[in-house]
């Protein structure tokens, strides 16, 4: 009998698991569309273009952005009070490197390169470790250090646009 539940159990947390796996990508896919959704409503159309069409293509976005908002998807992570200390830091830190990206790209990719450095087991040779940065998250729970590094994969993409 205790086999049996025990082995329940077991196939009950691999399938938490699954539910959890499957809610991040989710989370992170609602992510990628609103930003689209977004990138759409604020481009410049080319001029050839008609106003019409313009008007047209803007509804259009604002009624996917709409429907995008409808979609919920949370996954929460157990903190303590240090835990979640470090994370908010953590997102400061990160937001704050994300607005320098456009002020001075170059700057941005050597601070980008020490908190990548920080998240990782190998260090790219050649730039440092930021020290204050690694001590953050090393001070974050499990999930939070992947949501982080995932985070700064993000901001990756954007500097290699600008370059």
């Not at 991040?24 to 080319?46: Q, W």
């Not at 949370?74 to 002020?103: C, F, G, I, P």
Request: glycine fraction near 4%; include cysteine; hydrophobic fraction near 35%.
């Amino acid at each position: 009998m205790i086999n049996r539940l025990t082995s329940l159990l077991d196939q009950t947390e691999l399938r938490v698991e699954r539910l959890r796996q499957d809610a991040l990508r989710i989370e992170g896919e609602r992510r990628s569309l609103l930003s689209t959704l977004d990138s759409v409503k604020h481009s410049e159309l080319p001029a050839e273009v008609s106003e019409c069409d313009k008007d047209d293509l803007l509804r259009y976005a604002h009624r996917l952005l709409a429907r995008a908002t409808t979609v919920q998807v949370e996954v929460r992570t157990e903190r303590n009070a240090k835990q979640e200390d470090a994370y908010n830091q953590a997102n400061v830190l990160v937001d704050q490197l994300m607005a320098s990206v456009h002020n001075n790209a170059g700057m941005a990719r050597l601070r980008w390169q020490g908190y990548m450095n920080a998240c990782t087991s190998q260090p790219n040779s050649g730039t440092g470790i930021d020290g204050n940065f690694e001590t953050v998250v090393l001070g974050c729970t499990l999930d939070d250090q992947k949501r982080i590094k995932k985070r700064l994969q993000g901001i990756d993409d954007i500097l290699r646009k600008l370059y």
